[in-house]
Nanobody
Framework: VQLVVSGGGLVQPGGTLRLSCAAS????????TTWYRQAPGKEREWVAK????????GYPASAKGRFTISRDNAKNTVYLQMNRLKTEDTAVYYC?????WGRGTQVTVSS
């Protein structure tokens, strides 16, 4: 079972990034998939989740309206589209499903 995370990088404030979480060994359409992030010196926090049924999604206040989680069942991949990025979004981003963590990807928002 593996989750492969990709798509991080350096972006200016106001910019966009899309992260991907590709699964092998488990079916994401049968799982709740959650994106988390952890900034230096801070606890890991969730930023988006997508349920297995009906593509229902949820976001904390910090991400609502700017981040969008989606899933491509054919590719067994979950995405996190991040718009209007802020410097405070700088963190390592992880995906999680069925007790499995993906390796994090660094997102740096800086001018």
């Amino acid at each position: 079972v593996q989750l492969v995370v990709s798509g991080g990088g350096l972006v200016q404030p106001g910019g966009t990034l899309r992260l991907s979480c590709a699964a092998s060994g488990l079916t994401l359409s049968n799982s709740v998939t959650t994106w988390y992030r952890q900034a230096p010196g801070k606890e890991r926090e969730w930023v988006a989740k997508i349920l297995s049924t009906g593509n229902n999604t949820g976001y904390p206040a910090s991400a609502k309206g700017r981040f969008t989680i989606s899933r491509d069942n054919a590719k067994n991949t979950v995405y996190l589209q991040m718009n209007r990025l802020k410097t405070e979004d700088t963190a390592v981003y992880y995906c999680h499903a069925r007790s499995t963590w993906g390796r994090g990807t660094q997102v740096t928002v800086s001018s």
